[in-house]
């Protein structure tokens, strides 16, 4: 017996560890920032599922807004590619 | 005969534990002092979602929000508030942590001209 | 070196899943989708005031901190001092990051403003007022609805990256946005969320009664003090929404002093190290 929350959080979690494993790969940091930002918006979707409105409501403008923000100012005055 | 419904509950766990030992391969096998950031974020959000998971109330957890409905219907089918108040705080104060250690990744490239790792181990003085 | 040390972590990250799986089988990280614990149902049970007064019956019902969103209760009364503390920390890092940034001003300079195209500007200045409106929103009702202090001040530190980034950072300075003022303001905060912690304490050295550190409603032991509920019949939770907006003045301000001083053009930053804060310190 699925329910669409159990279908739902399935997909979510596959997303998040996915692109877990992309943004940890990639060698362009920009590109890793971006693929962290999408786990983080799946992740925020596994917590609407979980019934914890607080946390989506800290956690989007925390991941998806203000780490890559962060981040990118970062990349942009210090280095771009990480060799392997 | 497989269950599908336990098999999807232990995928979901497992692939939780996977993508936080993702994140803990970056932040010890990455060279590159903001690929350890991006990786330390993932293993830090990872590891909220499980401690929120561990609140989860299956079948049927509604947010702990009290909205009028009788009184045994709510704390019978909301969802555990704790483990959400645990990690909304520690969001907030692990975003600010890592925006203090973006600042020194800051500086230590002002200093060392480089965020490798590896670079900064063989530089003296 | 390199494939002996990826092989080692491959081990090492295999090694940790494996035994974290191996506790959760064996229960050791409590029941995944199943019930709640006891303390779970204590919190949702007491609460809500409509809950706690059938549950807890008119005597106890000091035990109760009269906010239906049961997790910022949790968050501003039953475990108060914890989120107290966490401020503390929130207050060090960002102490931090401005000391490392310690006598860099950047010099008022003619340029011209940098920033992307007309259109983006255009939008942008009618979403920056909706962006606050939502934030003071969710700071206000946060002890109605979902939201809160922290909540607020997370969706609100997202406008002044939205105009650094689509405008400039003089943008933001010449609308009167400044690191001193936004050290200001978060000051506020923080002296206002210790202030309503400790007016009960203040409260019973001057009349003698006893009272606790961080205590919202009368508790059993301690009866006499407590904040008001219920503010011209709207319902407020005695310290929780004073809480609730002192919180989001200092995490909103906290994180905009961060985004001021990590958008400081670095060829300033390099001159001001090297050079020392002579020109640096004019404003």
């Known amino acids: ?84 | 005969m497989i269950d599908i419904e336990v098999f999807i509950k232990t995928f979901i766990v497992l692939a939780l534990f996977g993508t936080a030992g993702v994140g803990l391969y970056g932040v010890i096998a990455k060279p590159h002092a903001t690929k350890k950031i991006i990786s330390l974020t993932i293993l830090g959000d990872t590891v909220n979602a499980l401690a929120i998971l561990l609140g989860y109330r299956y079948p049927g957890g509604i947010p702990p929000v009290y909205t009028g409905q009788p009184p045994n219907e709510f704390v019978g089918s909301a969802v555990d508030p704790l483990p959400q108040a645990l990690v909304l705080t520690a969001i907030v104060i692990g975003m600010a942590v890592n925006l203090l250690i973006i600042y020194i990744a800051l500086q230590t490239y002002r200093l060392y001209g480089t965020l490798d790792t590896r670079l900064i181990k063989k530089l003296r003085g | 070196m390199s494939g002996v040390r990826k092989v080692a972590s491959a081990v090492a990250l295999l090694a940790i899943v494996a035994v974290l799986s191996l506790g959760a089988a064996a229960g050791g990280m409590g029941p995944f989708f199943d019930g709640i614990r006891a303390l779970g149902t204590f919190y949702l049970s007491t609460a809500p005031p409509q809950i706690a007064e059938l549950v807890l019956g008119p005597s106890y019902r000091g035990l109760s901190s009269y906010s239906p969103e049961v997790v910022t209760s949790i968050v501003w009364d039953y475990r108060g001092l914890d989120t107290y503390f966490e401020t503390a920390v929130f207050f060090l890092a960002i102490i931090g990051a401005v000391a490392i940034y310690r006598g860099i001003e950047e010099p008022v300079l003619r340029r011209p403003a940098s920033g992307l195209s007309p259109i983006v500007r255009a939008v942008t200045k009618f979403l920056i007022p909706i962006n606050i409106a939502v934030a003071a929103s969710i700071a206000l009702h946060g002890h109605l609805t979902p939201g809160g202090g922290f909540q607020a001040g997370a969706a609100l530190a997202v406008a002044p990256v939205i105009v650094i980034v689509v405008f400039s950072r003089r943008y933001l300075l010449e609308r009167g946005v400044t690191k001193l003022k936004a050290l200001f303001l978060r000051s506020v905060g923080l002296i206002g969320i210790a202030l309503v912690v400790l007016i009960p304490v203040i409260w019973s050295v001057l009349s003698g009664e006893w009272a606790w550190v961080m205590q919202n409603q009368w508790k059993p032991g301690a009866e006499v003090f407590s904040y008001p509920a219920y503010l011209g019949g709207a319902l407020i939770s005695g310290s929780i929404w004073f809480l609730n907006l002192f919180e989001f003045l200092a995490v909103s301000f906290g994180f905009t002093i961060l985004f001021l001083l990590i958008s400081i053009d670095e060829d300033t930053v390099r001159s001001c190290m090297i050079r020392g804060g002579e020109e640096c310190d004019r404003y």
């Not at chain 1, 996915?18 to 890793?32: G, H, P, Q, T």
């Not at chain 1, 596994?46 to 890559?68: H, N, Q």
């Open chain 1, 1 to 84: 017996m699925i329910t669409p929350e159990l279908a739902l959080m399935l997909i979510f979690v596959s997303i998040a560890f996915v692109f877990a494993y992309l943004a940890v790969e990639e060698r362009k940091l920009i590109r890793a920032v971006v693929y962290s930002a999408v786990q983080s918006a799946a992740f925020a979707f596994l917590f609407y599922l979980l019934g914890a409105p607080d946390i989506v409501l800290v956690y989007v403008p925390v991941t998806v807004g203000i780490y890559p923000a962060a981040l990118l100012f970062l990349i942009r005055k210090t280095e771009e590619v990480e060799n392997p």
